[in-house]
């Protein structure tokens, strides 16, 4: 054992097999494909139910897509909104986006068009490449908007475009899925330019040189918070690049087979289903939409070694009555986070399958993790220890003052894959950094807005937060961005989103409704949720709905949400 450190207890705990930092190279992403294309160029980087894409068609493909975005106008820092579905065709926009030297903006595939429009104005996008399926979402946001803030081009790609001709019964998705996949819908007219993507990667139209430098902005994903629209986390080719390069953490490297079923507009699946997998040159399974059935004869069929996933998913593989009949036997390392993993659930895995899941924790902020269970020395319902190069302490949140083992305070953190900021927002950015006391670095710490605590080993574990903040199934659900669109429902007039209790998500969304008075008696909780479906993301939202005649307010006429959550807590 190494020798501990009384403020960094983990230092005794490190895997002696790891470095306490990573050497991570001074390029640009696009230079990791670039590698492993040379060094892999007809391995496969990506299976699509059954049809690879090799490494070097990869890297083909995404400089055919950075020809396309350079001619129709896009340079060096301009964003590109990129909003899909997982599937190869994500992964080459995204590369052909970084070779272009511009930036990727990812957007979640269940946003609506009254949510899309500002992931175009805000980052000010002058592309979108997109789904068919989700085109009209495109069209609608758009032409919403004000004509200076409008898309001018938008790529379009079907699903189908990277499927196989015929999809072998082990591969087979359920029916309704592969109707999805194999939809071919009109695109729509008039609005901005519609290309399809065979189009552009047939045009093979070759870019300028690559000028992007690891300073240079990469991503811009958006995170929401206590008040306001998303706001965008600036990230840059070397913030992504530290944890790109950590794979050796979870034995990953080119032998790997991994499971891509976290969706990669997200960090998380961004990271390990995107930027680490091309980095490494593994091989990924693909799956664009979670099917507990075909995910287990995937992982049986390609002898899957990793898989990053959420807690839910592997509760609903395991009520699967053919769970069984799966051959689990290849997976070396299952990861994840995003939700606490249920100690039955855990313990089941170890005991059945010989199969410790290491939980990890991270947030856009952080490029995802940014500390992460060792796999030799996982401890359950645990966020993990600091991974390389990461300081992270329990401070006081008013004093900033560090807290020691057991005590419970907010949880900041320094290190190399911390974002620079948030985009546009110079005073969010400004109250998310602090300088601890007596820290004569003068190193600038985040602030996570998590509470938590550290054990005398120095494995860190969540006990609550102080974001307002709603986490169902690992999707973030930030209450103020639902509020603001349930405010353009006719019948409400006031309401307030809180967390409720949920046996399979961990927390559901719950909206506490004032009516309008000319509403009331004649509006039901069904109209509000059905309205809700058809104006937001449906992991947003309300699963409850409850009419009061008033909501709790301060004395200075603000909410009292908190007063709401804590009537909420007896019920669960």
Known sequence: MLEANPLRPHHAVWPRRLPRELAVPRTSLWFNLDVSAARWPDKPAYLFFGRPLSYRELREQSLAIAG????????????????????????????????ADAVVVPVNPMNRAEEFGHYIADPEAKVAICSADLAGIVAQANAALPEAQRLQHVLVTRYADALPEAIEAAEAPNPATEQWLRADPALPEGGPQWTRWAGALAAGLAPGPHAAAPEDLALLPYTSGTTGLPKGCMHTHQTLMHNAAGGQWGHSGPESVALGVVPMFHITGMIYGVLGAVYSGCTTVILPRWDRELAGRLISRH??????CIPTMIIDLFGSPNYRSFDLSSLRNVSGGGAAMPQAVAQRMQDEFGITFAEGYGLTETAAPSHA???????????????????????????????????????????????QGYWKHPEATEAAFVTLPGDASGRKFFRTGDLGRMDEEGYFFLTDRLKRM?????????????????????????????????????????????????????????????????HMAAYKVPKIVEFVEALPKSGSGKVMWR??????????
Not at 73 to 91: E, I, S, T
Not at 473 to 486: N, R, T
Not at 563 to 572: C, I, N, S, T, V
Request: charged share 20%.
């Open 68 to 99: 396309w975005l350079q001619a129709h106008g896009v340079g060096k820092g301009d964003r590109v909104a990129l909003f899909m579905q997982n599937c190869p065709q994500f992964v080459a926009a995204l590369y052909g986006i970084l070779r």
């Open 303 to 308: 002898q899957v070694s990793h898989w990053t």
């Open 470 to 534: 709603i986490n169902a199934s690992g999707y973030k659900v930030w209450p103020a961005e639902v509020e603001a669109l349930l405010f353009k429902h006719p019948a409400v007039q006031e309401a307030c989103i809180i967390a409720a209790r949920d046996d399979y998500r961990g927390e559901t969304v719950k909206a506490v409704v004032v009516l309008r008075a000319e509403a009331r008696g004649k509006t039901a909780p069904e109209d509000i949720t059905a309205w809700a479906r058809e």
């Open 373 to 419: 269970n060792p796999p030799e020395r996982a401890k359950l319902q645990c966020l993990g220890i600091p991974i390389f190069g990461v300081d992270s302490r329990v401070v006081d949140p008013a004093t900033l003052q560090e807290l020691p083992p057991g005590e419970t305070g907010e949880i900041v953190t320094h290190g190399p894959m911390v974002f």
């Open 563 to 572: 007063l709401l959550q804590d009537r909420e807590a007896p019920k669960a």
